[in-house]
């Protein structure tokens, strides 16, 4: 079983920055991939960004290009995060996934193992 907890989130102004923080454990080496997912009030969960950890490949929803970047360590199973020029719309609920084997990234039932959140508020 793997556990995976995220923290960083809080609350900041438009145009701030925040850095997340996920930590996979327990038998987290099998881990292929993990990403990042958002979920606003009356909304559904989206994908944010991803990070396969063979080669490093990564990948952005479009609404977060330019400003989110995912980087991790594989060794210490933990992926980062860091959010920058926030907007109001960001404001969500941040979960962290892992991918136990090679498959699509940017869906959600193709992750194995979730976090519990941490919200981000984002205020204008």
Do not use: H
């Not at 996979?24 to 990070?51: D, I, Y």
């Not at 979960?95 to 194995?112: E, F, H, K, N, T």
């Amino acid at each position: 079983q793997v556990q995976v907890v995220e923290s960083g989130g809080g609350l900041v102004q438009a145009g701030g920055s925040l850095r997340l923080s996920c930590a996979a454990s327990g038998r987290a080496s099998s881990n292929t991939a993990m990403g990042w997912f958002r979920q606003a009030p009356g909304k559904e969960r989206e994908f944010v960004a991803a990070l396969r950890w063979s080669g490093g490949s990564t990948y952005y929803a479009d609404s977060v290009k330019g400003r989110f970047t995912i980087s991790g360590d594989n060794a210490q199973n933990t992926v980062y995060l860091q959010m920058n020029s926030l907007q109001p719309e960001d404001t969500a609920v941040y979960y962290c996934a892992a991918q136990r084997m090679p498959r699509i990234l940017v869906s959600q039932g193709a992750y194995d193992y979730w976090g519990q959140g941490t919200q981000v508020t984002v205020s204008s």
